[in-house]
């Protein structure tokens, strides 16, 4: 963001004051901004996304007492999961107070609520005095954005304003839980998982997405690039993609391998670091989509906690 950040944060309050779609940097992906309690402007959002209107939206508040605003009855694990990880990646679904719009929440009771961790995106919170909607910055069922750039390519015409601030840091969304004062469940993975959620508070956690509560907007075919996606076990791996150079293919690899000799195709090598992995991943996808391929390879990442919202959206993204 160049010098003029003031004046570039009050042009993004004057245009969200307007109604208008203001897309914002945060520490997951890009959001798709918007004011919360204006009826009209989150009706934009979703026809911008072109998204279902059962699929909620996550509202962006920029402190932890404002979420007293917009839900009710607050568990005090609520309040205790919102001072550890807030600002930061996780997303908590409440009971919704009564001003929050059915719109925002696809008619649903509860509301999700998170505080992002971006800097500007802080200050623009503070600024506008609202929460703001955020879904990510993406066409319904695309890979989320994680630079303005991606931004400009999937809602350039659609948005007034873009926010560019940088790359993502963390760049999976956000770990959604459902809380009450009983348990918590998870509704999605994200990069803060279960077991450093267990190491803060002491009731069980749910990890089985179907009971309880209805998380439209979890389709399976999510995250996806438009090349149909195959995960693939390291063992196979090279023999796989030897098949589909034969079927006449031309595929793109993700692989923690060195290209082996003889393959002339796109082979884009990663460190087995899940967080560098996470970071880059949309943008690897991005890229990969992007090459002239038939076909994106991507070998299955380790089998471990730490990865498990990284096998998550590749799961999403192979399901097409
Ligand atoms: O990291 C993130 O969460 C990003 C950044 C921009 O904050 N936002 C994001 O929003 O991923 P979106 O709209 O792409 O995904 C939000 C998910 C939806 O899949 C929806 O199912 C879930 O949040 N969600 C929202 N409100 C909910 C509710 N009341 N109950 C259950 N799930 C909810
Ligand atoms: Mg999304």
Redesign the pocket.
Known sequence: MPDNQDNILKNAVNLLNDGKLVAFPTET?YGLGADASNLQAVEAVFKAKGRPQNHPLIIHLSNMLAMSEWARDVPDLAWQLAETFWPGPLTLVLPKHTRVLPAVTGGQDTVALRVPNHPITLKLLTLFGGGLVG??A?R?GRI?PTSATDVEEELGDKVSLILDGGRCSVGL?STIVYVTNEYIQILRRGMIHEEVIASKISVPILLDQTQAIITP?MSVS??APLNRVHLVLSKYFNNYIDKLIKLDKTPSVLSFMPKPEGFNILWHQVNLDFTEYARNLYSNLRHLDKSGCTDIVVELPPNQIHWAAILDRLKRAAAC
């Open positions: 992906v879904p990510s993406n319904f989320s969304e907007g999510h995250y």
